[in-house]
């Protein structure tokens, strides 16, 4: 158990709509990243916050946002769901954003559009 | 722009070694860490590597070139389990940039 918790596990829905993904992080971790994974594919970084500020953009669409609330759990919004957005999505979180910090990763949140 | 380099599949004896190589070419660099992934499973972490050299811990062990661009992941005495993807990730300024991973298999 990584000790970050992601809700829910699978989410199904259709084309157009809008779902929020939650993460609680680490006790004590002050980091938040989020990844998205579709099948047979690496892990893409979408970003990253750190104690409540936006600290690093991967390849997010603009369809895509996210937040970090002063509990420090985050929350990922996708709208306008398409298709392609069926992945895994994981969240991970560190201690800070210093390089040395492994992440640790939740067990993912599965979306499935149909 | 990040590219990260690992092969795309491993196959190995129960009991042997094997070395899972990564190249990267990266516009920065503060670290690179290997994960392991069970199909289905999260990530989880193995090893850390920010200067050159061999980190060693119990069966894994992981090298860094800096200068190479260039890192491996060493698995000793393999087991059934350890049948995963492995997964080179750069660390640079906030972003963690992955490679696509290496499936090993694991065969009796």
């Known amino acids: 158990d990584s000790g970050v918790t992601q809700t829910p596990k699978h989410l199904i829905t259709a084309t157009g709509q809008r779902v929020t993904l939650r993460c609680s992080p680490r006790s004590g971790d002050l980091s938040v990243y989020w990844y998205q994974q579709s099948l047979d594919q690496g892990l893409q970084f979408l970003i990253q916050y750190y104690n409540g500020e936006e600290r690093a953009k991967g390849n997010i669409l603009e369809r895509f946002s996210a937040q970090q609330f002063p509990d420090l759990h985050s929350e990922l919004n996708l709208s306008s769901l398409e298709l392609g957005d069926s992945a895994l999505y994981f969240c991970?979180?560190?201690?800070?954003?210093?390089?040395?910090?492994?992440?640790?990763f939740g067990d993912g949140t599965r979306l499935s559009i149909l | 722009g990040q590219n990260i380099d690992q092969p795309t599949e491993m196959t190995a004896t129960e009991g042997a070694i094997v070395q899972i190589n990564c190249t990267y070419q990266t516009s920065g660099f503060n670290g690179l860490f290997w994960y392991q992934q069970h199909a289905g499973e999260a990530p989880t972490f193995l090893s850390y590597?920010?200067?050159?050299g061999l980190e060693e811990k119990g069966r894994f062990s992981s090298f860094l070139s800096r200068s190479k661009g260039y890192s491996y992941l060493l698995l000793k005495e393999l087991q059934m389990k350890d049948s995963a993807s492995y997964l080179c990730?750069?660390?640079?300024?906030?972003?963690?940039?992955f490679g696509d991973g290496t499936t090993l298999t694991v065969k009796p």
């Open positions: 991970a979180s560190s201690g800070d954003d210093f390089s040395n910090q492994p992440q640790h």
């Open positions: 590597n920010v200067l050159d």
């Open positions: 990730a750069v660390y640079n300024a906030g972003k963690s940039t």
